[in-house]
């Protein structure tokens, strides 16, 4: 029973990994497509790999809430992952405040020289709940 058990889930494992390779080689052939991609395709890869890469995360992290995995897995793999872990999550964070900077400046720049769209300006108030004014 035990040796069955260990077949199925090293087969679940390499499913996983083909799976992810399957991916992987997707992504870089999609890659060299988008030097010429319009806005439109660039906002959907990039909708695209956020889904992924949070799979990925919560598959990751349900890896390491099982007691069979972490019970078993050598302290050396544990490191390895937290530190990979770490330095995504440092150029995630990076990320995320340059282009957040980034935006707030240019769209300051638009509304001093009066280039936001009004409709859209007036959405977004609503969604806030501030009323609007066209």
Known sequence: MEGQFARSFVANL??????????LSS?????????????????LATRMAFRHMIRTLEAFDKWLQDPFIIGHMPREMLEEVQKKAWELLKQLLELDI???????DYMLKLAREGKL????????REERGTPGVF
């Open 117 to 124: 769209n009004p409709l859209l300006a007036a959405q977004r």
């Open 98 to 104: 340059s282009h957040t900077t980034q935006f707030k």
């Open 27 to 43: 992504v870089r052939k999609v890659e060299e497509q988008l030097k010429d991609a319009d806005r439109l395709e660039l906002i």
């Open 14 to 23: 390499e499913h996983w990994v083909e799976a992810q390779k399957l991916v």
